[in-house]
């Protein structure tokens, strides 16, 4: 059955949505904003988001959320692991490395998912998972050796912040991945668990760290930090619309194409704190060839 253009235009979609996320996020971290409070309004607009279209979709009267218990606790695991920590850490990276550099990084999740899914879900190892993880080491040296990124330069080692970003958020898909296959978790239920898992550690954690003297802000960073969560959760949607039209093997490819778009929009919105240079679009470019390896495996 022939793969139909909505297919590729809602991947695409997905990509650009998450290349656009980033800046943002970027916008309201240079103003008077912090990787934390980024990360709960992003989340409370996700949540919020979610509970909207499992309302409309299964009634305001119905209970959307009749899962198993196991159900429930594998998704809300999943998202304390995946959108709890991996918004964290990621926000910091855009914060510290910038957006362009950070989202090439974060696109080697599917190789930690990879990974994982093969030592925890005895899945195969295949020649192209070999060849992908080889190309995106090259890639991620490549970004390295960029001097690209936040114009005040940053060192080698904080990209552990999207690295780290990329094994929480692969690690929440291996889980959300089992929890599909172990249970009858609906899509929506399993989103809507997932962001509340994530709200009630970040929030929890932005409380107890740092007091409400955190969520002191202008409301512009408000607005830009719920913008760019708003953007996060619609290209979430349109890659599951997008996987549930055609195979993964179009999808994901297209999708991790969010590196290139996160570069021209740096190019366009960011030009004075960020500077995207050969090495970044070459690097990211790698990242994305090695994802595909992956997927074909």
Known sequence: MPVTIDVFLLSILAAALWGLNPVFMKKGL?????????????????????????TVVYGPSESYLGVSRTGAAIFLFGGVIGSSLGRLVV?????RVGVSVNTA?????????????VGLLGEPITGWLGLGILVIVVGVVLVSLSRGGDIRG???????????????????????RYGFTATDTDVLSAFVLNEFAALGILMGYALVR??????????????LFAAGGLLSSLALLSLFTALSRG????????????????????VI???????????VVIGAAVIILGVVFITLG
Do not use: C, M, Q
């Not at 904003?33 to 909207?52: P, Q, R």
């Not at 926000?91 to 914060?95: E, F, L, M, P, Q």
């Not at 740092?210 to 607005?223: C, D, E, I, M, N």
């Open 30 to 54: 240079e103003r008077d904003g912090n990787a934390i409070l980024a990360s709960v309004v992003a989340a409370t607009v996700s949540f919020g988001l979610f509970v909207t279209i499992a």
């Open 91 to 95: 926000y910091a990276g855009v914060d």
């Open 105 to 117: 990084i974060l696109n080697t999740r599917p190789l930690f998912a990879a990974i994982l899914a």
């Open 154 to 176: 940053w060192k080698w080692y904080e990209l552990a912040f999207p690295l780290f970003a990329a094994i929480a958020y692969g690690a929440g898909n291996v889980v959300r």
């Open 210 to 223: 740092h007091g409400r003297k955190l969520f002191v802000v202008s409301r512009r960073t408000y607005a």
């Open 247 to 266: 195979p993964v093997i179009v999808v994901d490819p297209l999708a991790g194409t969010s590196p290139l778009f996160a570069a021209l929009f740096t």
């Open 269 to 279: 919105f960011l030009k004075r704190v960020e500077r995207v240079t050969r090495g």
